[in-house]
């Protein structure tokens, strides 16, 4: 089925589509955190970087899950549609009791 990262072949199970691929035939989502480097997971598979991260994936539904150490898990279910661009932008929240300083 189409979004199913399972499915996909690529590094932790997303599909990572090359240049020339049509752009109707993909989504092309940027994920965004505050705090930067936040590891993400799409559908149960780790990204391949943390964020700040752009990638090209096939239309379709996603559970999109983002943690960072001293910050609560977000979570957020998103469906995408062929030719779509989408920017995920998310400032996480501190998890109780985490007395480090905030990064810039």
Do not use: C
């Not at 399972?6 to 240049?19: D, T, Y």
């Not at 598979?45 to 994936?57: C, F, N, Q, S």
């Amino acid at each position: 089925p189409a979004g199913n990262v399972a499915n996909s072949k690529g590094v932790g199970g997303i599909k990572r589509l090359l240049p020339g691929g049509s752009s109707r035939e993909i989504a092309d989502v940027q994920f965004k955190t505050n705090p930067k480097g936040a590891r993400l997971m799409l559908n149960g598979w780790p990204a391949p970087k943390t964020t700040p991260l752009e990638l090209r994936l096939p239309p379709g539904g996603y559970d999109v899950v983002i943690q960072a150490d001293g910050f609560k898990k977000f979570s957020k279910e998103i469906v995408l549609e062929a030719g779509q661009k989408v920017v995920l932008q998310e400032a996480l929240e501190r998890s109780p009791g985490d007395d480090r300083p905030e990064k810039p």
